[in-house]
């Protein structure tokens, strides 16, 4: 293997591995230790520890969809979207640090979200901030993942940082 696949292959698995380990033990300590929509306030007003289970996508989407719909809509939209991701990983050189990182935070928040689905139908999300009675849709480690990456991503297009 050449060294800077080498180099891009470690980085792709220093990066999703944990991600991904983080994302689903911290799913499981949180069913296994607080019950659906119970909320535990960590930071009163601002942040709390909420288990709830998002049937839909990205705040709740398709949620009042028949099941068999999300799961196929879901699963497919997850895969085609790590695909995606994934061959543009393997086409970026090694030296697009940024670049490369990013899209490894977007596939290990998609691969996160991928195993829920596929063990238990939904995505199981207990992050919830929160100012006064103005709530943000309750999110996970993935759904940081994700929203890091994809952010990097925007911040290297607006800067014009073309990594091809």
């Not at 497919?76 to 940024?98: D, H, I, N, Q």
């Not at 992050?127 to 999110?139: A, D, E, G, K, N």
Request: glycine fraction near 6%; proline fraction near 5%; include cysteine.
């Amino acid at each position: 293997m050449q060294p800077e696949n080498r180099t891009k292959l470690f980085r792709l698995l220093g990066v999703v591995l944990p991600l991904l380990l983080l994302d689903q033990s911290t799913k499981a300590l949180v069913v296994r230790m607080i019950r659906p929509y119970e909320v535990i306030p960590v930071i009163p007003g601002f942040f709390n520890l909420t288990f709830v289970c998002n049937t839909g996508g990205a705040f709740g989407l398709a949620a009042n969809s028949a099941p068999w719909v999300r799961t196929a809509l879901f699963l497919g939209l997850s895969m085609a979207a790590a695909c995606l991701v994934l061959y543009l990983f393997c086409k970026t050189p090694a030296r697009e640090r940024w670049f490369s990182y990013a899209l490894c935070l977007v596939l290990a928040g998609a691969a996160g979200n991928l195993v829920d689905r596929f063990r238990l139908g939904e995505v199981v999300d207990f992050l919830q901030f929160h100012v006064r009675t103005l709530y943000w849709p309750s999110f996970n480690v993935a759904d940081s993942a994700v929203s890091v990456g994809v952010g990097i991503l925007v911040a290297l297009f607006v800067l014009k940082k073309d990594p091809f």
